[in-house]
């Protein structure tokens, strides 16, 4: 959705100016391939652009010109007015072969305030961009499935409505606008229609979450186990998921190329379901974050998390991204109000193998240890390195060690065929092995939870033994 406002004090821009907000009042087409497009970068003081950067690039938008001013931002135009009128200016006289030709986004490294939006768009006349608006365009390209489509289309809706309210307070400041003086102005019934927008949205995405927790109440029933991918995105959890599932996702070396849940089964693990979410960025603001929620929930609850971070990251990267991780993990758990002691505590994967020396492993994994996890394991999910050895601390960890389970042939006090057993032990656990002696006593190695086996010793009472 384009975040372009009419000005009133310039001459109107060739472009079709569209106002924020939707309700079914859009000025101009919603634009979701953005591939080709130029764009300024606005900055105050030395600020680290490379993660906007990438973003846009991601988006196939190209940054033709960066442009900085030192000082704190202005609350009202967040770069000073007579720079930006600089701006206004140049893009005005711009002509055939100028760098700025084709430019037809600002973008602004910041989130910035919808006074500052409101403020800048007046003054250049052209779509402007904060943070949270390049990641809202990013999740409108990639969102492709209802679930996705919905969280999007709340936080779009959520940010906009702070953009039209500056807009109504604006328009509505000193003589009474609107259809005859004392009613409600155009933007105020586009307000209004937003709003109900977001209250049906809301409720569709309520049914969704409940859905989302009656298949993990019948998944838990079912005896099998989730694990939980979390994470900065990029940080390669598409990847792993696709190696230990072999189920086909998206796969791409860009920022949010997953944006709804994935489930898939581990390879020869039937019980052990693994989940691919969202990943997380730096600075979302918290409305925008809590439209995600329950796509993030489904790794955050799962029976054991697991926390990916790219080992090829700096140092200071890596110890930034794993506390922010940590603490969004351990926040989010709280607010699902189920009790932390009964999960497993989150472990900790470093991937990426093949792209770091041996010092660079060692540092990271001092840096793992240090903020209190247990020593991370290393793969890579290009080479299959460390892979098996993960597959294996994942049965351990939701199961424990394997059982040896024996089977002892049918007695007067219990008839029931060895068979029917065999197959309780199967829909309770995770069987290695499975042999049949010639008097009829089976021998089995499988994974099992405490309370399975709780079960099957109070079920099957003299016929099983459960070492």
């Given at each position: 959705?384009?975040?372009?406002?009419?000005?009133?004090?310039?001459?109107p821009?060739?472009?079709a100016?569209?106002?924020?907000?939707?309700g079914?009042?859009?000025?101009?087409?919603a634009?979701?391939n953005?591939?080709?497009?130029?764009a300024?970068?606005?900055?105050?003081?030395?600020?680290?652009?490379?993660?906007?950067?990438?973003?846009?690039?991601t988006?196939?938008?190209?940054?033709?010109?960066?442009v900085?001013?030192?000082g704190?931002?202005?609350p009202r135009?967040?770069?000073g007015?007579?720079?930006?009128?600089?701006?206004a200016?140049?893009r005005?006289s711009v002509?055939?072969g100028?760098?700025?030709?084709?430019?037809?986004l600002?973008?602004i490294?910041?989130n910035?305030?919808?006074?500052?939006?409101?403020?800048?768009?007046?003054?250049?006349n052209?779509?402007i961009?904060?943070?949270?608006?390049?990641?809202?365009a990013?999740?409108?390209?990639?969102?492709?499935?209802?679930e996705?489509?919905?969280?999007?289309?709340?936080?779009?809706?959520?940010?906009?409505r702070?953009?039209?309210r500056?807009v109504?307070?604006?328009?509505?400041?000193?003589e009474?606008?609107?259809?005859?003086?004392?009613?409600?102005?155009?933007?105020q019934?586009?307000l209004?229609?937003?709003?109900?927008?977001?209250?049906n949205?809301?409720?569709?995405?309520r049914?969704?979450?409940?859905?989302?927790?009656?298949?993990?109440r019948?998944?838990?029933?079912?005896g099998?186990?989730?694990?939980?991918?979390v994470?900065y995105?990029?940080?390669?959890?598409?990847?792993?998921?696709?190696?230990?599932?072999?189920?086909?996702?998206?796969?791409?070396?860009?920022?949010?190329?997953t944006?709804?849940t994935?489930?898939?089964r581990?390879?020869k693990?039937p019980?052990i379901?693994?989940?691919?979410?969202?990943?997380?960025?730096?600075?979302i603001?918290?409305?925008?974050?809590?439209?995600f929620?329950a796509?993030?929930a489904e790794?955050?609850?799962?029976?054991?998390t697991?926390?990916?971070?790219?080992?090829?990251?700096?140092?200071?990267?890596?110890q930034?991204?794993?506390?922010?991780?940590?603490?969004?993990v351990m926040?989010?758990?709280?607010?699902d109000?189920?009790?932390?002691?009964?999960?497993?505590?989150?472990?900790?994967?470093l991937?990426?193998?093949?792209?770091?020396?041996?010092?660079?492993?060692?540092?990271?994994?001092?840096?793992?240890?240090?903020?209190?996890?247990d020593?991370?394991?290393?793969?890579?999910?290009?080479?299959?390195e460390?892979?098996?050895?993960?597959?294996?601390?994942?049965?351990?960890?939701?199961?424990?060690?394997?059982?040896?389970l024996?089977?002892?042939?049918p007695?007067?006090?219990?008839?029931?065929?060895?068979?029917?057993?065999i197959?309780d032990?199967?829909d309770?656990?995770?069987v290695?092995?499975?042999?049949?002696?010639?008097?009829?006593?089976?021998?089995?190695?499988?994974?099992?939870?405490?309370?399975?086996?709780?079960?099957?010793?109070?079920?099957?009472?003299?016929r099983?033994?459960?070492?």
């Amino acid at each position: 959705m384009r975040l372009t406002f009419p000005n009133t004090m310039a001459p109107p821009s060739e472009d079709a100016n569209a106002v924020a907000g939707s309700g079914g009042v859009v000025l101009g087409e919603a634009r979701t391939n953005h591939e080709g497009r130029k764009a300024l970068l606005l900055v105050r003081g030395n600020e680290d652009t490379r993660e906007l950067e990438e973003l846009a690039r991601t988006m196939g938008i190209s940054i033709v010109e960066t442009v900085d001013q030192s000082g704190m931002s202005d609350p009202r135009t967040y770069l000073g007015s007579g720079r930006l009128q600089d701006i206004a200016d140049e893009r005005a006289s711009v002509v055939s072969g100028h760098p700025w030709k084709g430019v037809d986004l600002v973008i602004i490294h910041t989130n910035a305030t919808p006074r500052q939006l409101v403020g800048i768009s007046e003054v250049l006349n052209v779509e402007i961009w904060d943070r949270v608006r390049l990641l809202l365009a990013l999740f409108t390209a990639h969102a492709s499935s209802v679930e996705a489509r919905t969280q999007v289309r709340i936080a779009q809706l959520q940010s906009d409505r702070t953009v039209l309210r500056e807009v109504v307070q604006r328009q509505t400041t000193g003589e009474r606008a609107g259809f005859g003086g004392g009613g409600v102005t155009a933007l105020q019934a586009v307000l209004a229609n937003l709003s109900r927008e977001l209250t049906n949205l809301r409720r569709r995405q309520r049914k969704h979450l409940n859905a989302q927790r009656e298949h993990r109440r019948q998944r838990t029933r079912s005896g099998a186990m989730t694990v939980g991918f979390v994470g900065y995105t990029n940080a390669g959890k598409s990847s792993l998921f696709q190696r230990l599932s072999g189920k086909p996702v998206l796969v791409q070396d860009q920022l949010f190329s997953t944006l709804e849940t994935t489930v898939g089964r581990m390879e020869k693990s039937p019980r052990i379901l693994l989940a691919d979410t969202i990943g997380f960025i730096d600075n979302i603001p918290n409305a925008t974050l809590s439209a995600f929620k329950a796509t993030i929930a489904e790794a955050i609850n799962a029976d054991l998390t697991l926390v990916l971070l790219d080992a090829s990251d700096s140092l200071p990267e890596v110890q930034r991204k794993l506390e922010t991780t940590q603490r969004e993990v351990m926040e989010r758990q709280h607010e699902d109000g189920e009790p932390l002691d009964e999960r497993p505590s989150p472990t900790v994967v470093l991937t990426k193998l093949d792209l770091v020396e041996d010092d660079q492993l060692q540092s990271a994994i001092r840096a793992v240890e240090a903020a209190g996890f247990d020593t991370p394991l290393a793969l890579s999910t290009h080479t299959g390195e460390g892979v098996e050895a993960l597959q294996e601390l994942i049965r351990k960890r939701l199961f424990g060690e394997p059982s040896q389970l024996i089977i002892q042939p049918p007695n007067k006090h219990q008839m029931d065929a060895s068979e029917r057993i065999i197959a309780d032990v199967y829909d309770h656990g995770m069987v290695d092995q499975n042999e049949i002696s010639d008097e009829g006593t089976v021998h089995m190695v499988v994974w099992l939870t405490r309370t399975s086996q709780a079960q099957l010793t109070a079920r099957w009472k003299s016929r099983i033994d459960i070492k």
